[in-house]
């Protein structure tokens, strides 16, 4: 059974920094590009970032380029973001999505189409 799992979400002032975490199991892991999707409250799912399946290319969308930072480790299935200089519209849901078709582009980042696996997501909350 393919899953995703999420954690390292919690309630952080603004300026403040987080890990999330993201750790696969039932899938060669390494096969996979991962990428990071977030949904804030009433809004649809907006793309973060993409990892290609070696680790050496990423993508952002613009908003976070300089703020936000992915990285994994194929060794033990997993994958983080590094969320600094957080701001109250950060808060989001953030959802780690993987597929072995999609390649890691400045256009798979922002649409979610072309992700088939999901987690269930982990609650980053920014107050102001």
């Known amino acids: 059974q393919v899953q995703l799992v999420e954690s390292g979400g919690a309630l952080v002032q603004s300026g403040g920094s987080l890990t999330l975490s993201c750790v696969a199991s039932g899938l060669t892991f390494r096969h996979y590009s991962i990428a990071w999707f977030r949904q804030a409250p009433g809004k649809g799912r907006e793309g973060v970032s993409c990892?290609?399946?070696?680790?050496?290319?990423?993508y952002y969308s613009d908003s976070m380029r300089r703020r936000f930072t992915i990285s994994r480790d194929n060794a033990n299935n997993s994958t983080y973001l590094h969320l600094s200089s957080l701001k109250p519209d950060d808060t989001a849901v953030y959802y780690c999505?993987?597929?072995?078709?999609?390649?890691?582009?400045?256009?798979?980042?922002?649409?979610?189409?072309?992700?088939?696996?999901w987690g269930l997501g982990t609650q980053v909350t920014v107050s102001s």
């Open positions: 999505a993987a597929d072995l078709v999609t390649e890691c582009t400045d256009h798979s980042v922002t649409n979610d189409e072309y992700w088939h696996t």
């Open positions: 990892i290609g399946v070696f680790g050496r290319k990423a």
